[in-house]
């Protein structure tokens, strides 16, 4: 069965440049979540879109910005790198609709970035 | 939101059940009980999730307390493959079917063989 894409798998970034991560959503699922997860640490949430509209919002740094596009593809966007941004990003997709029980998230690989 | 509490670490051997305990105390009535994991290099996985009434799939079984403040995910005869760690989560029902997962502490399975 088709799976989440994310890419690229690897990142490697100076402070202060920008990075772009890209996420491929399950082939008919609507909705699109960003998690961060740090060495050691569980994953956090830092957003989300249905049908390409924010629905939730975590600890989303502002240097941060997400977006869902028509195909339902999302992309995080990253400027002004720091060092603590190194991390797993994970994106994750669900066929959420507006029902809060059947939501079952089915996440990606993950890409991880390393910020030097 | 409500919290859970897991227990940090739990050794099993392999081929014998696993009973992951979870606490939610102040669970509220439109509140889902959802298990996910995560194995080492992977992204969490969906395990199982229920309301009330216990749940089986083919992946687990989940057994949730009459008063619903404590729920245990059931492993029947655990894997090697079932080393990860185990993250119990309340959802809000009656909440926007897009938000966020909150991931606590979990628990770090370790399977001997």
């Known amino acids: 069965a088709a799976g989440v894409i994310q890419s690229p798998r690897h990142l490697i970034k100076e402070k202060r440049e920008t990075a772009t991560l890209k996420c491929y959503p399950i082939p008919r699922h609507d909705t699109v979540y960003w998690y961060q997860q740090g060495p050691g640490q569980d994953p956090q949430f830092l957003i989300s879109f249905y049908e390409k509209m924010q629905s939730d919002k975590g600890s989303i740094p502002d240097r941060f910005s997400a977006q869902q596009f028509s195909d339902y593809h999302s992309e995080l966007n990253m400027s002004s790198l720091e060092l603590g941004d190194s991390a797993l990003y994970f994106c994750a997709s669900s066929a959420a609709g507006t029902s809060g029980v059947a939501d079952t998230q089915y996440f990606g690989p993950g890409t991880r970035l390393t910020v030097l | 939101d409500a919290k859970t509490t897991q227990p940090n670490s739990m050794e099993s051997n392999e081929e014998e059940p696993v009973h992951l305990p979870c606490n939610h105390s102040?669970?509220?009535?439109?509140?889902?009980i959802h298990w996910y994991r995560q194995l080492p290099s992977q992204g969490p996985e969906y395990v199982i999730h229920?309301?009330?009434s216990n749940v089986n799939n083919r992946m687990a079984s989940l057994a949730i307390a009459e008063d619903r403040k404590s729920s245990t995910l059931i492993l029947h005869r655990a894997t090697l493959r079932d080393a990860a760690v185990y993250y119990c989560i309340l959802r809000d029902g009656a909440g926007g079917g897009a938000d966020g997962l909150t991931f606590g502490k979990g628990t770090h399975l370790i399977i001997q063989p």
């Open positions: 229920g309301l009330t």
């Open positions: 102040t669970i509220s009535g439109t509140d889902y």
